[in-house]
């Protein structure tokens, strides 16, 4: 018989922030509890091998929370996906696997990224005021998802998800009035996915199509697109013992909406159609709609490829190729159970044929006799063009650099395990990293695991980017100047996790995670020319000069927060403000679940969250004892409190 089960999810939330000392008084922060909302989710068996799911206003109140990090690069950072709801059955929306599990030249688009259904509202507050409240994620009115694998073979992925519109209030204390903004339009999501499996699963054919439809009644949020398509064919085939295969894939994609949002989509760093050098684009601001094609195949994305409302892509313009080579050992001998040695060569262009990338790579594996398992990867990139260093502006170069990355985990099966991770990079031009992650878990018993990871980065980047700056007279980089500075970055986070089981029908889990980073910004200096790598230091070439809270151009900020720079000193090119960019943050993540069974297929849920945070413009300096210590906890936080309640109704 088919399990079927109806959960009835009523949560109440309280939710308090606490004053620190000398602290303003946010209007918002009341510091009282009020109730949630209540919730359904429904699991139905449609057959064995086939589940419904389906949920009204969920909430995911008792999922982990995301590590903290500080992203300093032009592109968005990819999260974990740890809701139940689209974990479960989710590798089914996989599309466009490389089949051997090759190294791969770059990046591939992800048609599907569930992280999109309840993001943050992505509009900005337009009413004047003090203070806003903004809500932390879109809700998700309602959800439903068909998934499963048929006997025939047969795999099929359905889902479809509705959120909310949501809205900001801005306060105004001088006048005491309140406005409401919208943030985010009323958005329907929708994927499928259908795959046929030939020959025991050694060839596949697969499909997926994905849409998204805003409804936008507002102008304020305008430069989102009313709606985005995408679809794509994928072929996978394996002979000769599985030793060959083949991989294929072919998608396409298409946005649409007002000047506003295809003037966002054409400025986005996936793809800067504004590039002064570009020649087989444009930037087009009347431009409504936005096309483009991807292969796997020949490892091309065009340059109006587009999958970020619902999937997840750095960059398009590119065309890649690559060949690499295997050689595995299967069978235990005197010092490994199995091994994989690996090697590949890579290039790539961009669609107006400059090379923006060439690297070598080699990669090992090997499980030992004791089953401990080791990782080594070393790669070899050459110079190349680098047309995403300006951020849009002209061309420059990337020096070569190599990097090489290890870990190593011991035998998971023991009361006590450990994990270390290392990585180290350097470039020609003096850039360099060094990443440390060790990991120790303990078991004391099969009811209780602890594990503590510490992580430390640490580097210096030649070029940072900073600003960019119109000049006429810039004439050899197209009239502007992009400015850039050495980063030096300090990092340092643990994560702690506890799991307690004290019963079958009682457990605990606890994560927390304090964290802080620091950026030094030293050395301002200005790209030279075009396709170089070489710049002019501020206050040592060209005759340039720097003043420290200059009134004529910082408009009275202070000497450690602003300086004049006349890029020509006594030449004619006009002198600008250049802020300090130095900062420094800081902070704890902590969440703690009790799950109690209270009856078969039945249960409560009581999470609590608890994160503060600060921030420090002007400030780089980097103390661990000051930053994770006291001083950690005159930060202001915020608690929330949650109870869930599942309750299985047998059908």
């Known amino acids: 018989m088919s399990p079927k089960r109806v959960e009835l999810l009523p949560y109440v939330v309280g939710r308090g922030h606490y004053d620190t000392p000398n602290s303003p008084r946010d209007p918002f922060d009341h510091g009282s ?37 500080v992203n300093l690069t032009a592109f968005e950072v990819q999260l974990e996906e740890k809701r139940p709801f689209f974990v479960e059955g989710g590798n089914i929306f996989g599309f466009a696997g490389n089949g051997g599990g090759l190294a791969r030249l770059s990046d591939r ?62 306060a105004d204390t001088t006048t005491n009035l309140r406005h409401r903004d919208e943030v985010e339009p009323l958005t329907n999501y929708f994927v499928g996915r259908l795959k046929r499996d030939l020959r025991h699963g050694n060839t596949t054919l697969g499909l997926v199509a994905t849409a998204v439809n805003r409804d936008l009644d507002t102008p304020a949020l305008n430069m989102l697109g009313s709606a985005a398509y995408t679809g794509g064919v994928d072929f996978f085939h394996r002979w000769g013992h599985h030793t ?31 590039r002064p050098d570009a020649g087989r684009f444009s930037y087009d601001p009347h431009r409504t709609s936005l096309a483009g094609n991807w292969s796997v195949g020949g490892e091309f994305a065009s340059p109006g490829f587009e999958v970020n409302d619902l999937g997840f892509q750095e960059r398009v313009d590119r065309i890649s190729a690559a060949v690499a080579g295997r050689r595995r050992w299967s069978r235990p001998g005197k010092t490994f159970q199995h091994a994989v040695v690996e090697v590949s060569h890579g290039r790539g262009w961009n669609y107006d044929g400059d090379p923006i990338q060439g690297k070598v790579r080699m990669y090992a594996f090997g499980q030992f ?67 440390i992650l060790p990991k120790l878990t303990l078991r004391p018993s099969s009811a209780v695991s602890l594990s503590l990871a ?46 307690a089981t004290f ?36 206050g040592r070439d060209n005759g340039s000069t720097v003043t420290p809270g200059d009134p004529a151009v910082c408009g009275g900020a202070g000497p450690a927060q602003c300086s004049g720079v006349d890029p020509d000193g006594a030449g004619p090119a006009p002198e600008f403000a250049l802020y300090n960019p130095d900062f420094r943050t800081r902070s704890l993540s902590v969440k703690a679940v009790w799950r109690w069974e209270y009856r078969p297929g039945s249960t409560i849920f009581f999470a609590w969250t608890h994160s503060r945070s600060g921030y420090f413009p002007y400030d780089a300096s980097f103390d661990v004892v000051r930053d994770l210590g006291r001083e950690l906890l005159h930060d202001r936080p915020t608690n929330v409190l949650l109870v869930k309640f599942n309750y299985w109704l047998s059908l």
């Open 109 to 170: 688009p992800q048609f599907f990224y569930s992280r999109r259904i309840g993001q943050p509202p992505q509009g900005e507050v337009t009413s004047d005021g003090q203070f806003s409240d903004i809500p932390t994620n879109s809700t998700i009115l309602g959800a439903a998802k068909l998934s499963g694998k048929r006997a025939s073979g047969w795999s099929i992925g359905i889902l479809d998800a509705l959120t909310a519109r949501e809205w900001a209030t801005v």
């Open 33 to 69: 509890a009020y109730l949630g909302g209540v919730g359904a989710d429904l699991k139905y068996g449609v057959t064995s091998n086939l589940t419904l799911d389906a949920t009204v206003n969920p909430d995911f109140g008792q999922v982990d929370l995301d590590p903290a990090f």
């Open 244 to 274: 060959y295969t083949l991989a294929a894939s072919l998608g396409g994609s298409y946005i649409q909406g007002d000047t506003l949002a295809l003037q966002e989509a054409q400025l986005s760093s996936s793809r800067y159609y504004q």
């Open 503 to 538: 019963s079958p029908t009682l457990s605990f889990q606890l994560y927390a995670q304090p964290f802080t980073f620091t950026g030094a910004y030293r050395g301002f200096k200005e790209l030279q020319a075009r396709q170089t790598f070489t710049f002019n230091t501020y």
């Open 454 to 499: 510490p992580e430390y980065f640490t580097g210096r980047s030649a070029a940072q980017y900073v600003r960019r700056v119109s000049d006429a007279f810039a004439t050899a980089t197209d009239g502007a100047r992009y400015v850039f500075a050495e980063l030096i970055e300090h990092e340092i986070s643990a994560t702690l996790h506890v799991n």
């Open 369 to 435: 006799r004791n089953f401990w398992i080791a990782e080594l990867a070393t790669t070899y990139s050459g110079g190349a063009i680098d047309d995403r260093l300006t951020r849009g502006g002209p061309l420059a170069r990337k020096p070569p650099s190599w990097s090489a990355t290890a870990d190593a985990y011991t035998d998971d099966r023991k009361k006590m395990s450990a994990y270390a991770f290392a990585a180290v990079t350097h470039d020609t031009a003096g850039g360099w990293s060094l990443e």
